[in-house]
């Protein structure tokens, strides 16, 4: 049964990584709740996150999207920054790592509920305007 | 390129690093508005180029986490089946719903997450 509920919960994640947003995010917090451990759920997310994004990175390059002036200047460290962090989960306690993972999508929560308030209101009176300018 | 610019890079790579490390995801997130700030980059941009960014330092920090012996094969699987199939549907939808609607459910999905896994934890 719980291989229904693993394919579920990467195709909730995978629908609004679809569309842009941080799907990885979701995916995390969704296979814990089925009782899978922590440690487990995010290298599930890391490694799922690749062939994913490879495709995808051949389609933007493709289309010219990608920029990548400047950016040894951003992965460089973010290696060095990223190995760091994984050491680390590892000589972190399964509680504390849960902890620190529900306060960060929490906060992320609210930041991305604020966005798409402002965007919506942003919206709203744009269309007053052109509404009034029509008449 | 400007000084600041170029610390404002490194600084972004180091966060966007260490929480994608740490906690298994999340750096995209940061990245994209970090880069649509600093490197003044269109929305489309920030995203494509966040994704160039962040796939580097998955390969790294799967690797940490495969060396340490915490990959479940079955759990991965299953779910990159799943996140794929997902993709697939998103991408379709991308343009039939309203993007700040979709960002609202999946904001309030994130803080009912997080409150859910604070208090089993």
Sequence with gaps: MDVVWIVLCGLAAGVFGGMGMGGGTLLIPLLGLIGINQYAVQAANLISFLPMSAVVLIIHFKNKLVETKGTPLIIVPAVAATIGGAILTHATNEKILKICFAGFVFVLGVWQFVVAVKAMKGKKEEKTLQTEERE | ?121
Excluded at chain 2, 14 to 36: M, S
Excluded at chain 2, 52 to 80: E, K, M
């Design chain 2, 1 to 121: 390129m400007e000084m600041k610019t170029k610390l404002q890079l490194v600084g972004s790579g180091i966060a966007a690093g260490f929480v994608n490390g740490f906690l298994g995801g999340g750096g995209g997130i940061i990245a994209v508005p970090l880069l649509a700030i600093v490197m003044a980059l269109p929305a489309k941009k920030a995203h494509a180029t966040a994704i160039f960014v962040i796939l580097p330092l998955s390969i790294a920090s799967a690797a940490v986490y495969l060396f340490n012996g915490s990959v479940d094969w079955r759990v991965t699987l299953l779910a990159t089946a799943g996140v794929v199939g997902g993709g697939v549907i998103g991408a379709l939808l991308l343009n039939k719903l309203d993007n700040n609607v979709v960002k609202l459910i999946f904001s309030v999905f994130l803080m009912a997450a997080g409150v859910r896994m604070f208090l089993s934890s």
